[in-house]
């Protein structure tokens, strides 16, 4: 428990001290679902404007990568593989689920 509670404070006294905020406007409507993928290098957005945007992290700033179209409704989740950090699948209102190769 104290190790936790350590940690814990830690991360408070990090974010004190490191508050930077980015953002970027890459859809048209509301976005859905955000994830992170296994290697912690791209995030990928799901929205209501039925695309799907790859970002990618680097030097402090938001690159978008690619944007996928496909879906006849709106993005509701999406999940990244747990291992392969390429492949990214998606869940539509449209009642379809994709799998994008986001190389």
């Known amino acids: 428990m104290a190790t936790s509670q350590k940690r814990f404070e830690e991360l408070q006294d990090y974010f004190k001290t490191h508050n930077k905020i980015?953002?970027?406007?890459?859809?048209?409507s509301k976005v859905h679902s955000v994830r992170w993928n296994s290697d912690g290098k791209k995030l990928a957005s799901g929205s209501n404007d039925k695309s799907v945007v790859i970002h990618s992290i680097g030097n402090e700033r938001i690159n978008k990568e690619k944007t996928f179209y496909g879906h006849n409704g709106p993005v509701d989740q999406l999940t990244w593989h747990s291992f392969n950090p390429?492949?990214?699948a998606t869940a539509s209102g449209d009642k379809t689920v994709r799998i994008w190769d986001c190389r």
Request: aromatic share 10%; proline share 0%; glycine share 0%.
């Open 86 to 88: 390429d492949l990214v």
């Open 22 to 28: 980015r953002e970027q406007r890459y859809h048209s």
